[in-house]
Every structure is written in structure tokens, then in C-alpha cells.
């Protein structure tokens, strides 16, 4: 055990020693500024939590004082995307690849969000529960596995159902994968649950045997609620609101002409399938192992 950790030390000591001259620490900035924290008040980041995420801000950052012009950037790990649109903003070409599902689900919200009529998307949420309340016999969406079975109320879990019968409908690709992602990103505050580190915590009114529990996640929201108040938090962005706008004037760019590129597979996998050479700049948070 002793030599095997000894090994490990020089093969670190080794790899910082040849990179020691191209590092940097940078003081001046806080955590704040780094975490997905700083992005809480922006357009689209603020639509969904995010915590593993690190902030736009940073992104650009690193790209307007270490890139004297935009190129191509790539995020091996690419989460929910940060580093791809807010290099994006900038002007840069960007690629990511993404292992998690969730990762590209909001890689592609993103994309969605560029292109879709956001007359329609207003007219959709208007006339939303009226149509939903018109289905009798919604599919069943949602396949519970074990740790989720019982999370939702009756009355939300019945209404998950009709709403995704109603997407499953929707011809329009942009606008469906939007209200998809509303959804989505609401499940939490809707579930008798909350994410604890790897884990969910139960709420003691959830109908599952929970012996001694006492936690009580306070307000359970109704889907309906949370889902209008997502949709009039989207469509407040888009409609470029000046405290809420969603592109900067410095950031007035033809994003259909530079569309970020999403591979969805293990980078372990779909690095070696990519050009030597082919990028200019590369920001990256690599998943860690904790379990």
C-alpha cells in the first residue's frame, strides 16, 4: 500500500512539474463568481439548478483574457452547457460531449430556445390547461424505478401524464422540447423529495413506509402553479426584458449560423473520434469519484 501511494505521488508530482509553468492562481476571484451561484440571476440559467455547473460569467472570463479572437472551443464534460453558449455569446464555435441524458436534454432546451416563435410559445401557454383538461386518458409517462416511486402527489403525477401526452402531440420541436424542459425543471418543488448530496430525502407525508422520519420539506406545489410561474419566467426572458434581457448588446450574434455541437457518449470514447489540432481553447470541470 505504502509503495502504491508513493507511486501516485511522483506520477502527480510528475504531471504538475511539467504543466508548473503554464499555472495560475487567480485570487481575485470568489467563489461566487466561479460556482453556478453567479448564474442564478441570468436568462436560461436561472430557469434550472444546476449546482455541479460553474458560472457563464468565468467562461467568458477566461476567453476574453486569454483568446485575442474566437474560435473553436471544446467542453469534454459538458453538464448542462455552460461553457458551450456562453462561448457561443462570444462568437465561438463550440462542441461538447455530454455522457448524461440530462445533460444533453438541456443542451438541447438551449438550442430550442434560439429558434422557437415566442408568439407561439405564449398563444401554447394560454390556451394550456384548458387542453389538458380535455385529455380523459393520458399515456402513462412516467416509468417509476425504485427511489422515485410515491415522490409526486396523486393529483401532480396525473397531471405530469396528461401535460407530456400533450407535448407528445406537438408537432413543432422547438416548443415541445421548451415545455418538456418546464416540466422538468419543476419536478423537485412539485415531489414530496429533495436532492441531498447523491440521495433524496423523503418527506414524512409522502406515501411510502418511512419509519421515523420527521423531515418535512415544507410547501409541496401544485404542477400547475410551478408550471405557470416557469413558463412566465422563460417567456419574461425571452421577450428581452431590460432587467431579465437574454443576449447583451455586445452579444447581438446570428446564433443559427455558429450552433453549438452536442455529442452525447462517453469522451473516453468520442475524443479519439476528433480531429489533432482541431481546437483552440478547451474549459472543462471533469466529474470527480466519490462513491
Not at 51 to 75: H, M, T
Not at 122 to 151: C, F, G, M, Y
Not at 183 to 196: G, P, Q
Not at 258 to 272: D, F, N, T, V, Y
Amino acid at each position: 500500500m505504502a509503495e502504491t501511494i508513493k507511486l501516485e505521488t511522483l506520477e502527480r508530482d510528475k504531471l504538475y512539474n511539467h504543466f508548473k509553468d503554464k499555472i495560475e492562481t487567480a485570487n481575485y476571484l470568489n467563489r461566487q463568481f466561479v460556482s453556478f451561484q453567479a448564474n442564478k440571476k441570468e436568462p436560461i440559467y436561472r430557469w434550472f439548478k444546476f449546482k455541479e455547473g460553474f458560472s457563464s460569467a468565468l467562461v467568458k472570463y477566461f476567453l476574453k483574457k486569454y483568446a485575442q479572437k474566437p474560435g473553436k472551443i471544446l467542453d469534454p464534460f459538458a453538464g448542462a452547457g455552460t461553457t458551450l453558449f456562453a462561448a457561443q455569446e462570444l462568437g465561438w464555435d463550440s462542441y461538447g460531449i455530454e455522457l448524461l441524458p440530462v445533460g444533453t436534454f438541456v443542451m438541447e432546451m438551449r438550442q430550442a430556445v434560439q429558434n422557437v416563435d415566442l408568439n407561439t410559445l405564449k398563444k401554447t401557454k394560454q390556451n394550456l390547461w384548458d387542453s389538458l383538461e380535455k385529455i380523459e386518458n393520458p399515456v402513462k409517462h412516467i416509468e417509476h424505478i425504485s427511489i422515485t416511486r410515491k415522490a409526486f402527489p396523486d393529483e401532480a403525477e396525473e397531471y405530469i401524464n396528461k401535460f407530456l401526452t400533450y407535448c407528445s402531440k406537438i408537432e413543432n420541436h422547438e416548443l415541445s422540447v421548451i415545455l418538456k424542459f418546464a416540466a422538468f425543471s419543476v419536478l423537485e418543488e412539485i415531489s414530496f423529495t429533495r436532492k441531498d448530496g447523491q440521495y433524496l430525502r423523503w418527506d414524512h407525508r409522502a406515501k411510502r413506509n418511512l419509519k421515523g422520519t420527521s423531515f418535512d420539506k415544507g410547501k409541496v406545489y401544485s404542477f400547475k402553479d410551478s408550471l405557470n410561474s416557469k413558463l412566465n419566467q422563460i417567456i419574461d426572458d425571452l421577450s428581452g426584458n431590460k432587467q431579465t434581457s437574454l443576449f447583451d448588446e455586445a452579444s447581438k450574434l446570428d446564433f443559427k449560423e455558429i450552433p453549438a455541437k452536442i455529442i452525447e457518449g462517453s469522451c473516453l470514447e468520442e475524443l479519439p473520434k476528433l480531429k489533432n489540432d482541431f481546437f483552440d481553447f478547451i474549459i472543462t470541470s471533469p466529474p470527480y469519484c466519490n462513491r
